[in-house]
């Protein structure tokens, strides 16, 4: 997957540079070997030659891999197994500075994409879609997406930073790939943005709603699994994973990092917190508040969200106190 296409480098530069861009904030560094930087790796998904945040040690498999770690941690520096590291002292500013400085991205004001008018819908000179997709009228393909074979994508529907599959339906005024929502609280504002640079990927078969929003990734994949329905009215955060026939009633709101697995049902108006895991064959009952892991085949309802059959006890107990 070439993010040059969404996402172009603005910079060419390395490790020797790090010191100058990074200024108040640079500390120490450890280099053994230079190379320019070519992108950004998270823990999961390792990029040759490319700068990876890391707040805490974890285990990441680099080898064969020229990556450049930045790190607020002396542990982390203090790791040998890691060649090339800088120590920093605020490891979200640096994230921020360094991602600005690399890449041109759509929150940047001189991002840049040129449109060619096409039946009352706007399109990307970078974007491929296939023939036998049809495209509504008064939408917006930006750069870099991919529209697969068979897909209806409806009137007033924005994409942006996506690749989707085949025989996918878009309905009515969704946007699909804008940037998640990532700051810190300690520095907020839009000057403040943590850069969003993943994509959305969604997968065969997939139905998406009215009125839809579904965030691009940090720096991996928001992804839909194949068959999926997304009803009206659905928010899904950046990092979001959807496994294969997932079902999801309007109104439910999913934060960002949840990871679902396969055949999963939520009724409307369902709140998820974020960084959880759903696991297989879960159904969750309507206006549920869903707050921790859920293991594999469990009805659940309720805020916090419990098994259904305490849910219910639960509820027989206070109307009987009441009566």
Known sequence: MNIDRFTPIRNIFNSKDLK????????????????????????????????MFLKENVNVN?????????????????NHSFNNVTKVSNLNLCNIKLINHLLIHEDQIDFFDEFEKVDNSFISKYAK??????????????RGVTIGQNCLI????????SILGKNIIISDNSVIGSSGFGFDLKNMGATNLIPQIGLVLINDNVFIGSNCTIDRGKIDNTIIGENSMLDNLIHIAHNVVLGKNTCIAAQTGIS?????????????????????????NVVIAAKSGVTKNISDNSIIAG?????????????????????
Do not use: M
């Not at 409806?154 to 930073?161: F, L």
């Open 20 to 51: 100058n861009i990074l200024k108040d904030y640079f500390i120490e560094q450890r280099v053994n070997k230079l190379f320019n930087f070519q992108g950004i790796s998270s823990v999961e998904n390792i990029r040759d030659n490319s700068l």
């Open 303 to 323: 805020f916090p969200a419990i098994d259904i059959k305490d849910w219910k006890r639960k509820i027989i107990n206070q109307k009987k106190k009441w009566t």
């Open 154 to 161: 409806k009137n007033n529907v924005v994409i942006k930073n």
């Open 62 to 78: 680099i080898v064969d891999k020229d990556i450049h770690i930045i790190t607020d941690s002396q542990d982390i520096f203090n």
């Open 129 to 142: 879609i296939d023939s036998s997709s049809k495209i509504g009228i008064n939408c917006i393909i930006g």
């Open 256 to 280: 960002g990092s949840v990871i679902f697995g396969d055949n999963v049902t939520i009724g409307g108006q369902v709140g998820f917190a974020g960084h959880i895991k759903i696991g297989n």
